[in-house]
């Protein structure tokens, strides 16, 4: 074998497993394997879990909040203090700043990302090609997967259109959207499935990024996803406006997004810090209905979305913080709501993404986090140290953690 972990906890309150790696894949799973290894970890009932999937970021934005402060927090003041910053982006400096992005997100445990790539006729393709690159450069540390990003919209900004089936020829492996930046919103829906539908590609919206439900566009995806036979290859991120929906409105939504089976991804890093600006008092949380739609059947995720610049003016590329937000702003702290947290950053955007192989299993690929801590349910409230991180067999992280109390 080229790597043998004893000793792990898989489960909670389960026996602890030996995991056999070889040739990039988890060979055998099973009590006290008799085996040598060129690498022998000693997990000592620490927990092992699948590496983190990092279902919605933005690489190339990233790292700019000192440049130009949004000073409102506001989207609005966001989306303008970006656009005026695009234009000064070298390809240099982009990639300066995603490299050191993508190896925080590395070291913390993520070994798989989907990433938006904006371009538009001001700023050319300069940051896409960067993002592109990177994940060349990237592919033995992570696995990166490029949306074609519009974030300026297609038909405010004559040129785009053309630039979208650009990066899919460039190969973009997702088509993104932004219909609410955009009009007309349901144009802007239909000519992203067009593309993706030529492409044979999946579909990323940004959606519905607001306080309130007036102009939403959530439910026409829906419906336009069944009838185009898109049905699990759709994911909307932010969808922050369900929030602000009644229940006996929001469920034939949430009844329609399992149907269509769309993965949400919740940003709350990013969707707390901009939600309820304009709130004087009882300021709303910003946050989709995440307990909701888990229990509907969606398939709800966890993501970063933006680090330190106009939309996100913090971040450490930690996605185990980031589901840590996400439990007391979405009430997940209870006995029956803690142990679905993890899988909104493991398992459910490995749904999201399309990753098959992806898992603690004999025969998949080993991509693994073993973690400082030995409770399987507090994997995220413990907010462990990553000890050793293991991409495609090989160890790329190693974190050795020294405590002293002197009494």
């Avoid at 909670?12 to 060979?27: C, N, P, R």
């Avoid at 349901?186 to 492409?199: G, N, P, Q, R, S």
């Avoid at 997940?332 to 749904?351: E, F, R, S, W, Y």
Wanted: negative net charge.
């Amino acid at each position: 074998m080229d790597i043998l972990i004893k000793k792990a906890r898989l489960e909670e309150g389960a026996e602890l497993q030996d995991v056999a790696i070889k040739d990039g894949k988890i060979a055998a799973i099973g009590h006290a394997i008799d085996a040598d290894a060129k690498q022998v970890i000693e997990a000592n009932g620490k927990v092992l879990v699948p590496g983190f999937i990092e279902g919605h970021i933005h690489l190339d934005k990233a790292l700019i909040a000192d440049r130009l402060p949004n000073k409102s927090g506001t989207l609005k003041e966001a989306i303008e203090v970006t656009a005026k910053l695009k234009p000064t982006f070298t390809k240099e400096d982009i990639l300066d700043r995603a490299q050191r992005t993508i190896e925080m997100l590395i070291v913390n445990g993520t070994t798989h990302i989907r990433t938006h790539a904006e371009f538009d006729p001001s700023q050319g393709f300069t940051g896409f090609e960067a993002i592109m690159e990177l994940k060349e450069k990237y592919k033995s540390f992570i696995d990166m997967q490029v949306v074609a990003f519009p974030q300026e919209g297609i038909f405010k900004a004559p040129g785009t259109e053309e630039m979208m089936f650009q990066a899919m020829e460039a190969g973009a492996d997702v088509v993104g959207g932004i219909p609410y930046n955009d009009s007309p919103a349901k144009e802007h829906i239909d000519l992203v499935f067009e593309i993706a539908k030529k492409y044979g590609k999946p579909i990323d919206f940004h959606q519905d990024f607001k306080d309130d439900p007036d102009g939403m566009t959530i439910e026409y995806i829906c419906e336009k996803t069944i009838t185009e036979g898109y049905e699990g290859q759709v994911s909307l991120g932010h969808v922050t406006a369900l929030g602000a929906v009644p229940k006996k409105q929001l469920e034939p939504i949430i009844e329609g997004l399992a149907k269509a089976q769309i993965s949400i991804m919740s940003l709350p890093a990013t969707d707390l810090h901009m939600g309820g600006r304009n709130d004087e008092y009882n300021v709303r949380r910003g946050l989709t209905p995440i307990r909701a739609l888990r229990d509907g059947g969606v398939n709800m995720c966890i993501a970063t979305n933006n680090i330190r610049n106009a939309f996100t003016p913090y971040g450490t590329g930690d996605l185990v913080q980031t589901a840590m937000l996400a439990i007391p702003t979405a009430h997940l702290g209870g006995a029956a709501d803690l142990p679905t947290v993890l899988p909104m950053i493991t398992t459910n955007p490995a749904k999201a993404l399309g990753i098959k192989d992806y898992g603690i299993e004999v025969g998949h690929t080993a991509n693994l986090v073993l973690l400082d801590t030995e409770s399987v349910t507090n994997a995220i409230i413990d907010l462990p140290t990553r000890l050793f991180v293991i991409k495609d067999g090989r160890v790329t992280v190693k974190t050795e953690k020294i405590v002293t109390i002197y009494r």
